[in-house]
């Protein structure tokens, strides 16, 4: 196996690996329909989880409100159904765009704030969003929701049309972080005014950054309503569900690196489900009552102890691995 | 016009219910610097407390004060000391680290009183609870009229201790300008400590003084923090009275805003107000008052 | 045509005047020093020319354009460049991608920004550090890296913010040749502010004093140093000219 080289990014070795685990492995459960939810809500989450990571990790605009774009884009598939009797799956298409106005329009007012009040402003119009949704019924329905009937009762073809926007995410963002336009994302994080001085329109980039993170969290989102046939404000414009857990994601596997959020989404969907299900019934029943807090437990530990998350802090965590080992064999 | 009276005594009220809120936020982060993100999960531990010494040993939730606040004290030192000062000295690509470390403790606090708990909701019925006086055509909920007078007072004990005590003098030091408090021997590690302890402490009061107005359930605490934020900007952040004008205004907004445009938009009138604070008036109401 | 001109430039902060019709010429090709105890205006007049201040009253002309008004990104690629008195590198970024950040301004292509970057880290003497974390290098090394960071938006003005301060006599003289070379072989003008009078009498052609905000005067090397008010203003703080040219 060798290295492709594409025109605006290379694929490696690995990542070639990466690619075909992620089309075998779901072969193998092809009869599992437990486990190919299981996948696809990892995809779903790199695709979050990796969008978020532009706009935060590597262009150092922490959004603490992603469940906004997640969620319209959602809508963009669902409301056209519910009115018109529109196919959701033109969302695939208009989800992300939807999305990509909807982050244009509120970086108007966002992008004014830095640091924590942009966070701040980011949860603000994300909660704002919610309880719109919930309450003009005459638009959304409310919190009764938007139902439609799934496509295919198999998940297995869900499954590859979420693979494929998680791969088109992962490697949108490796794309350009190779570009001019990466450069500028970084200079931009690390220190936005120093970035004004050498040439850097900061306000346009952002803007560009904010587009293409909102793009994919919206597809997402529309993915979300083609293939759980139904969506309410609550679900999709979730503070904690969505908004917080696309962070949390970002951070365990590890801010500003490709790979990072990919990782933490494995993480964070396996560390849940293995304790939601008492490990597959080996292990007492109460353990299934603290999945969320396992998960909880973990997100302090990481940001504690690996700053960089596992991604970031790789070599850190195997030279540690190292050192351990090595005591064991002394002793 | 009883309409417009019962409307500003309710929101007046509530406001003062919101100011407790406030003054915590606005403690922590005026010296802290940091959003706490799991200030209203802390209430929530607090009413759970409450609810517990209620439920159990029949103890009223007035006074269960004299529990919560202490438990939730340390618990809150213990918490600053161990989990978010040790990231002030490390480097991480996101300088928000703190505010992402409050994100994963809250979430471990509503987790810990899920399974603890279930996610049923609770409340405390008390001979008080559903008391209302009358003034003419007015209504006045005894509840909340205590929890309101109890704000008052708390409120005033803030403000002596931070204008006119040693203490007080350190943490406002600290507030304004770290490097200078600790030239001048503020232990700045100290001040940070104690003060995440005190701004807890105050939702600890609040959370049992709370608690026979509110249902209690493990998610309830992000209402509490997204109000406490937005009345922390809207005063302007370290700010006591514009914590307490803030949580007025926002009581009042809230009030006003259910009654006459829509019920259900309610949660939405305080963020709304509080975007527009952030675009428009920097620094909040803090700006007019200058205390 | 003048090169850079400031007219009746203001700064003021609320009650406090920071910069004071300051007025001056610089001209293309010359190394241009200004001077001026501390606080007296020297950076804010920098901050004022790429607008990370906005002006008060008075006009900014570059190359017969006024910049008065236009915005930050926009003065750098009109193509003056500046560093910054407290070195601002982006501190997780290696120094070659410091550079390339920069040089974007004038190239797109990821392979051409390497180019010019990687021309630039040699004209720094930054090639053996050219893999390390900006945020480890010593400060004689972030200072150059600020200068090769300006230098890689091929600007046609470079501002320099106390670029020698801190540094060691050997890491001075290095400083200066970087200096020299940048006009010499780059044909960049300069206005630079120093504290260290051997740098800038050495390197200047012309200097212009300020205090308080205000102009005391300008002219050559020699002659600003014999004026009365310079000395006074230097005697007044710590560094006397004496000292300073012993440093």
């Not at chain 1, 596997?253 to 299900?277: C, D, K, Y």
């Not at chain 2, 204008?163 to 232990?187: E, F, P």
């Not at chain 3, 001075?172 to 800038?200: C, N």
Request: proline content about 3%; glycine content about 10%; hydrophobic content about 50%.
């Amino acid at each position: 196996m060798k290295d492709i080289n594409l025109k605006f990014f290379t694929i490696t070795k690995y990542e070639q690996i990466i690619i075909l685990l992620t089309i075998i492995i779901p072969l193998l459960f092809y009869d599992s329909p437990y486990m190919q939810g299981l996948f696809i809500f990892i995809m779903m989450w790199v695709v979050l989880g990796s969008s978020w990571n532009l706009l935060a990790g590597y262009t150092g605009q922490v959004s603490f409100g992603h469940a906004a774009y997640f969620g319209i884009g959602a809508y963009a598939a669902g409301l056209p159904f519910m009115h018109w009797g529109i196919s959701p799956w033109w969302g695939l298409l208009t989800g992300g765009i939807t999305a990509v106005v909807l982050g244009y329009l509120l970086g108007i007012v966002v992008f004014k704030l830095r640091g924590p009040y942009f966070a701040l402003g980011t949860l603000a119009t994300a909660e704002i969003l919610r309880i719109i949704f919930g309450q003009e019924e005459w638009l959304t329905n409310g919190h009764n929701g938007i139902l439609y009937v799934t496509t295919w009762v198999d998940k297995y073809p869900y499954y590859f049309i979420i693979w494929a926007i998680a791969l088109a995410t992962v490697f949108s963002v490796k794309a350009l972080m190779k570009s001019k336009a990466g450069f500028y994302f970084l200079s931009i994080r690390e220190d936005e005014d120093a970035a004004k001085a050498i040439g850097i329109n900061t306000h346009k980039y952002k803007n560009i950054s904010m587009a293409v993170s909102t793009f994919w969290a919206g597809t997402a989102g529309a993915f979300y309503m083609i293939y759980m046939g139904f969506i309410d404000p609550e679900v999709v414009f979730a503070l904690h569900n969505i908004s917080i857990i696309t962070i949390l994601v970002g951070i365990i596997g590890g801010v500003g690196t490709i790979w990072g959020p990919a990782v933490g989404a494995i993480i964070m969907v396996l560390v849940q489900e293995l304790f939601r299900s008492a490990f597959f019934g080996l292990a007492p029943q109460w353990i299934s009552k603290v999945h969320a807090l396992v998960f909880g437990l973990l997100v302090i530990f990481v940001i504690l102890y690996m700053a960089g998350g596992v991604v970031g802090d790789w070599d850190l965590i195997v030279k540690k691995f190292r050192k351990f080992r090595l005591k064991k064999a002394t002793k | 016009m009883e309409m417009v009276l019962q409307s500003l005594v309710s929101g007046l009220l509530i406001g003062g219910l919101y100011a407790i809120l406030g003054i915590g936020m606005t403690l922590i982060m005026g010296v802290l610097k940091i959003i706490n993100l799991a200030h209203g999960q802390i209430l929530m531990v607090s009413m759970y407390i409450t609810w517990t010494l209620w439920y159990y040993l029949g103890i009223d939730p007035y006074l269960s004060i004299f529990i919560s606040v202490p438990v939730i004290f340390f618990l809150a030192e213990a918490i600053s000391k161990y989990l978010l000062n040790p990231l002030i000295e490390k480097e991480s690509i996101l300088p928000e680290n703190q505010v992402l470390m409050t994100v994963g403790i809250g979430m471990v606090l509503v987790e810990l009183a899920r399974s603890i708990f279930t996610s049923d909701y609770r409340s405390v019925r008390t001979a008080y609870s559903d008391k209302v006086w009358h003034l003419g055509k007015i209504s006045i909920s005894f509840p909340l009229f205590v929890a309101f007078a109890f704000s008052l007072v708390l409120t005033a004990a803030m403000f002596y201790l931070l204008m006119k005590t040693d203490l007080g003098r350190s943490i406002r030091a600290a507030s304004q300008d770290k490097i200078a408090a600790t030239l001048m021997g503020i232990s700045s590690e100290k001040i940070t400590i104690f003060t995440y302890g005190l701004g807890s402490a105050l939702i600890a009061a609040a959370g049992s003084v709370f608690l026979p107005v509110y249902y209690l359930y493990p998610d309830v605490g992000p209402l509490f923090t997204i109000k406490a934020f937005v009345i922390t900007i809207l005063g302007g952040m370290g700010s006591t009275i514009g914590a307490i004008a803030g949580g007025l205004v926002l009581g009042i907004a809230e009030t006003f805003g259910a009654t006459y445009i829509s019920q259900g938009y309610r949660d939405a009138f305080g963020l709304f107000i509080f975007l527009v604070v952030l675009v428009f008036l920097p620094g909040g109401l803090k700006r007019f008052t200058k205390v | 045509m003048s090169f850079l001109v400031l007219e009746n430039l203001t700064k003021a902060f609320g009650g406090l005047v920071a910069v004071n019709k300051v007025s001056l010429e610089v001209k293309e090709g010359e190394i241009f020093g200004l001077i001026g105890p501390n606080g007296s205006g020297k950076t804010t007049i920098f901050n004022l020319i790429n607008q990370y201040y906005s002006v008060t009253s008075g006009k900014i002309y570059f190359r017969g354009i006024e910049i008065t008004s236009k915005k930050t990104f926009e003065i750098a690629r009109l193509g003056i460049g500046r560093t910054f008195q407290k070195v601002r590198p982006l501190k997780r970024l290696t120094v070659e991608e410091n550079v390339m950040a920069a040089a974007f301004a004038r190239e797109t292509s990821f392979e051409g920004a390497r180019k010019v970057a990687s021309e630039v880290i040699d004209f720094c003497n930054l090639t053996e550090v050219k893999y390390f974390r900006a945020g480890s290098l010593p400060i004689a090394g972030r200072k150059r890296l600020e200068i090769a960071k300006a230098l890689a938006t091929r600007p046609s003005l470079l501002l320099l913010d106390e670029t020698a301060a801190g540094l060691n006599p050997s890491e001075l003289d290095e400083a200066i040749e970087i200096i020299k070379k940048i006009r010499s072989q780059l044909g960049i003008t300069i206005i630079i502010v120093e504290h260290i009078m051997k740098v800038i009498m050495n390197i200047s052609d012309r200097i212009h004093a300020i205090a308080f905000g205000s102009t005391i005067t300008e002219g050559s090397p020699k002659e600003v140093a014999a004026h009365p008010t310079v000395i006074e203003a230097y005697l007044g703080t710590d560094e006397t000219l004496q000292g300073g040219f012993n440093a």
